[in-house]
Structure formats: C-alpha cells, structure tokens
C-alpha cells in the first residue's frame, strides 16, 4: 500500500509540514458540480480573427453597399395601397331559423385569407404566381364599430383600387355562400320533420277513417261536429252574462245609496228675519252635498245632523231671534241619480233576460253532446289528432317557404360603405430601407462566419481558458514547445514556485498514444533539470515498504535516474539499479548543493497504451497527473474525455504544449495550480 511520503531532517525525525489537502483522492466530487474555470472559446482568438480579417470585413460592407445602394433605388418598384371600407350590419333573423350566436368581426374577416377566397381574387385579378402570396398584399380589419377596412397594395395606383374592390366583392360575395348554405342546411333538417309531420297526419287519418267504417259512423255530419264547439260557444257566453249581470247588480245598488243620501229639493231664502234661520239653510245645504258623496254613518254628516235638529228644536220652540220666508226647487243632483238607477234597472233586467235564454242555449247545446255515444267521443279524440298533425304540417310548409324565400337573397352581414379609390401617392417602403441595409449586412456577416468557422474549424483547442475549460481541470503550465526547442527550459523553470512544496508521485502521460514521446521527453526532463537542484529517486521506507521512481533513460552527463532496491537486512547500504551503494542512512540523501531541502517528489511517464484498465490503474495509483496536451491538435470533446480515460475526476493537471506564437503571450495558467500540485493519495 502507498502512503504519503514524509520529509525527515538530517537526525531522522519526521518534518512537521502542516498542509491541508486540497485535490487528489482526499475528496471526491461529482464533476457535474464542479466549478469551470476558463472559458469554451478562447476571445482574444476571435479578436486575432476580427484583427487579422478586418479588410475583408470592411471589403464587404463596402461591395454590399455599392449593390444595395443602387439596388434599393432603382431596383424596387413602388407600391401603391388603396382601402375599400365595409360595415357590418349583422345577420337579420329568420323565421324558422336559430338566432345566430354574435360572431367575432376579425374572425370572420379571416375567410378572405383561406385558399379558396383568394384564388377567386386572383383570378378575377389575373395575377400569377401562388395563391398565397395574394394573401401578403392584403390587410383587412375591424374597428369597435364595426367597420371593417381591407387593404390591398399593387405597382400601380388603378390596380390597387380594383385590387381592393376585388376582395371586398369577394369576400361579401363568399359571406352570401355561407349564408345560403346555412339556410339550405336548415331546409334539408326542415324537410325531414315535414316528411315525419306528413307520415304522422296520413298514419292519424288512415286510423281515423278505419275507426268510423269499423263503427258504422261514416256519414257523421258536419252539425254534429260542430254541436261541440257551439255548446263550448254558449258556455262561454253564459259565464260572460253571469258576470255582466253581477256587474249591473253591484252598479244599482250603488246608485240607489246614492239616491237615498241626496235630497230631492233645494231650499232658498228669501228673506231672513234670525241669524237661527239663515245658519240653518245653510248647513242644510252643507247636508245635501254632503251626503251626494258621503254615507250617512260618515261623521260629517251625522255632526251636521244633529246641528241642524238643534236648530230646529230652537226655532219651533220659539227662542228664535226672527223669522224667516223661503222657497225650494228640485235637486238637479238628485234627478241625475234618479235617472241613473232607472237607466241600470233597465240593463240589469235585460241582462238578465239574456242570461236566462243563454243558459237555456247551452243546457240544450250540452244535452245534444251528451248524447253522443262513446264511440262518437272517441271519433272526435280521433279527428282531433288528425286535425293537429295537419296544422302542424301547414305551419311546416309555411315555415319551408319562407326559408326559401330567404336563400334566394341571403343577406351577407356587411355592406360597403365606400369602396377604393386610385390613390394619389405611392406608399413609403421599408423594403427599400431593409435591402439597402441588408445586403451589406449579410455579405459582412458571412465573411465574419468563414473568418471565424476557419479559426474554429474542428473545434481545436489552442489556448489555456479552452483547455481548462474542456478539460475541467488546472491548466499548470503553457508552452511553445517542441516548436520551439529552447521554450522546454522555461517551461520547467516555471514550475519551480511548486515543486518544493510537492510531495508523492506524479504520474506524466500525453493526450494521445502518439504524444507518449513528449510524456517521456517532459519527464525526463524534469527529473534532469530538478536533479541539478535537488537529489530525486531518494526512496521513503515505511517498513518494507517502497516508493521509487521507475527506471529510467540516461541523461546528458554522468548523472543517472536511480531506482533504488530494498535493502536485505535492517542494516547495510541501499543499493541502485546498477549495484551501487548508497551508504547513506534513509532519510539522510542530501543535495550535492547543501542548501537546497532534499527532494519530496517522484515523476514517472507513461508509456503503456492510450486507454484501458492500466493506464486507469496507474492514473488511480499516482498522487496527480499531469496531461500533455499539444495545442491545435485535439478536439473540445476528444480534451472533455480525458477525465473519463483515466478513471478519475481530481488530481489532474494539463500542460499546454506547441502553443502557437500568437497565443504565447496569452495567460498560461488557468484554474487552481496549486491544489494540483498539493494534491496526494490517501
């Protein structure tokens, strides 16, 4: 089992270096809740493009405009608009049709835009082309009153007008069609209930006429069916007289009161000998108008009573002041009233004569119905049901005729108002306006998609914002090598800021089984330039335990990539690959450079295949991984795979290597570098 390697100091006690795991196996995340960091598309390559392409862009917007400009001057015609304008009245109500439901008006102005409105428009208009594209010149709507207004563009001012005219005649002409055949279709529902109305009415008479040659009462007279209606006849005058009769009876009664409370002669003076005898004449007058209005238990009439007997009590008694002489004639009030009950008498006896003939009448009239027998009344149950299935088939008959009257001129619901007119001025376009914008637009526009698809083209990452972002991991280090031969050294001597604070073992591979070169060459540089500073390969034993370096090639002078073996016993010198000793304790390799710290670190590449349970085993093993990644060589998705081809999420760094000269000045580190470089296996 591999642990984490410790530092010790030169007496063998362990270095006390307090550090808080940040990558590695320490965590483990989901990498969909990862954070990014770069960005999909490096910007500053699509500036370099706009940069680099600027003539072509400027070359076309100015061809565009030299097209467009004379294009939308001359090129387009003009185009004129003329406006019939319609009312709408609405549907008039048909007897024997349903009340149409009230209609939406932009609705129904829809129908001029269906297929077969405007192929009717354009064939009276004699155009070409499609169908819909008569539909593009026209423009109808409606107002809150009702009125509707459709317009209609043409390239000329006569063709518009009849443009307009067209479709309104059309469209009017179509809403008749509808209407007519909703009229036929209520006809065709009318004509099979007149045919079920018919059907009934001979099926009633066929009953009817069996029923009276079954009964012996074929030559039932006219009389006889008409002695029902007449004694219903003479019943209803008989009640009628009842009730005049109570009426006129009410009436005198009334009158005579009346009679009864007035006086029948008025009395005046002549000359006055007390004031006892004038004040008498004159509540007795008050008397007599009194009562021509009041009831003699009213009290106005009983006080004026009892005054007027005071008075008279007075006077004969002889306690009067003077006498008095009078004269009396007759009350017209009272002769108005007399001849008014006499004139009531008259009519109520009258009345009463008539009802007595009346009830004679129509006892006689009923005894003649109740002589009929059953059979008879069963006839008339009979009779009468043919008689109603007879009406009702008139009343359909009567209805379908109207409705045929209707469909021959069917109102449409609109009616014009006034119809277009040639108009004096052509329509200002914004077709004019769009093409001489357009064109300049769209040739720019498509020299700015062939710059960009050509800097884009297959998706090549070429930068360290793109490979951080693909990649999902810490971009440590950015290079022009191996175009440039001499940038190898930068690039290791830019890592130094890391290295001593590294620990474990790195693990280098390529992006691809044909990068595995550059894997090598990279780590043996590394382990070159680091063994010049730092003394590197020096085992950690914990135990019987190892960590070492794997073997190595040579490198340039007389120093060599040692992996060291086990010793035999608890004691002794370490041996190297080469059986050479090394008499130095563990954790007692110095630098040949005395003050440098000892190295922590090992750097192994990989050499085995590009994929596959090995290269999974050997990513899981090391403590990071560092990625090789030539720029302009690997695709987004191919660098998006990597992660998946190692068979870990953390831990895992890139190198951007052969990055071109116009993106060497570009930042060459994205993303947390130093959680790689701390990261380490548990």
């Known amino acids: 089992m591999h642990r984490t390697a410790t530092p010790v100091d030169s007496n063998g006690s362990k270095l006390g270096r307090s550090r ?16 990014r960091h770069g960005s999909p598309v490096d910007g500053h390559r699509i500036l370099r493009q706009l940069l680099a392409g600027k003539w072509w862009l400027l ?29 709408y009245e609405g549907v008039p109500a048909i007897d024997g049709m349903p009340q149409p439901a009230e209609q939406n008006i932009g609705g129904m102005l ?104 079954e009964h012996g009462i074929a030559d039932l007279s006219t009389e006889q069916e008409q002695a029902i209606e007449q004694a219903a006849e003479l019943r209803a005058q008989r009640d009628r007289a009842e009730a005049e009769v109570a009426a006129l009876e009410a009436r005198l009664d009334q009158l005579q009161r009346d009679l009864r409370r007035t006086p029948r002669t008025n009395t005046t003076s002549a000359s006055s000998a007390s004031p006892e005898a004038e004040e008498l004449r004159r509540l007795e007058s008050e008397l007599t108008q009194a009562r021509a209005s009041l009831a003699d238990g009213h009290p106005r009439v009983q006080a004026l009573q009892q005054q007027i007997a005071a008075l008279r009590q007075r006077i004969e008694s002889g306690q009067a002041a003077g006498t008095r002489t009078s004269t009396t004639s007759t009350n017209a009030q009272w002769a108005g009233l007399q001849s008014a009950v006499s004139t009531a008498q008259a009519d109520l006896e009258g009345a009463r004569q008539r009802l007595e003939g009346l009830t004679t009448q ?47 001129d069917p109102a449409p619901g609109f009616r014009i108002m006034s119809p277009a007119t040639a108009p004096d001025y052509a329509e200002r376009s914004k077709l004019k306006y769009i093409v001489a914008a357009g064109i300049p637009l769209a040739l720019f526009l498509l020299v700015l998609a ?17 490979l951080a972002f693909w990649g999902r991991g810490p971009v440590i280090g950015s290079s022009t090598w191996p175009r440039e031969v001499g940038a190898i050294d930068e690039l290791i001597a830019d890592m130094d800021d890391f290295i001593p604070d590294a620990m474990g073992q790195m693990l280098v591979i390529g992006a691809t089984e044909s990068h595995t070169d550059l894997a090598v060459q990279f780590a043996n540089r590394l382990n070159s330039d680091w063994y010049d500073t730092t003394l590197i390969g020096a085992p950690l034993f914990d135990g019987d335990e190892r960590l070492s370096l794997p073997p190595g090639d040579a490198m340039p002078g007389e120093d060599t990539i040692m992996t060291l073996q086990p010793r035999t016993g608890s004691s002794g010198p370490l041996m190297t690959s080469q059986g050479h000793s090394l008499s130095q304790p563990m ?89 790689f470089w701390t990261a380490i296996r548990d």
């Open 362 to 408: 129509a006892a006689r009239a009923q005894e003649r119905v109740e002589q009929f027998s059953s059979i008879e009344g069963d006839a008339s149950q009979l009779l009468a049901e043919v008689r109603v299935n007879q009406q009702l088939l008139t009343e359909l008959q009567a209805t379908h005729a109207r409705l045929e009257d209707a469909q021959r």
């Open 110 to 213: 829809q129908v001029i835009f269906i297929d077969s409105v405007l192929a009717q428009v354009k064939e009276r208009m004699g155009m070409e082309g499609r169908t819909a594209d008569v539909g593009l010149l026209i423009q109808a709507h409606a107002d809150e009153a009702g009125v509707v207004r459709i317009d209609a563009s043409a390239a000329e001012s006569e063709e518009a007008a009849r443009f307009a005219n067209t479709v309104a005649e059309v469209f009017l002409a179509h809403r008749v069609e509808i209407q007519r055949q909703a009229i036929q279709d209520t006809i065709d529902s009318l004509q099979q209930r007149m045919a079920a109305a018919n059907a009934a009415s001979q099926a009633a008479q066929r009953t009817y006429d069996a029923f009276r040659n």
């Open 450 to 466: 062939f710059l960009l698809g050509r800097e884009l083209k297959g998706l090549r990452v070429r930068t360290a914002k793109e």
């Open 59 to 87: 070359g076309a917007l100015v061809v565009g405009a030299l097209i467009s400009l004379p294009l939308a001057k001359f090129g387009l015609g003009a185009t004129y608009k003329a406006t019939a304008m319609l009312e």
């Open 20 to 35: 808080e795991p940040t990558g590695g196996h320490d965590h483990q995340t989901d990498p969909a809740e990862e954070e």
């Open 587 to 675: 954790g007692q390799m110095h630098h040949f450079d005395q003050g440098a710290p000892p190295m922590q670190m090992t750097v192994e590449a990989w050499e085995g295949p590009d994929e596959g349970p090995a290269l999974r085993r050997a990513a899981r093993l090391a403590d990071r991984v560092c990625v090789l990644v030539p720029a302009g060589e690997l695709s987004f998705f191919e660098v998006q795979k990597v992660r998946t081809r190692l068979g870990r999420t953390d831990g895992i760094g890139f190198v951007l290597v052969g990055v071109e000269v116009p993106y060497a000045s570009l930042i060459d580190r994205v993303g947390p570098v130093d959680r």
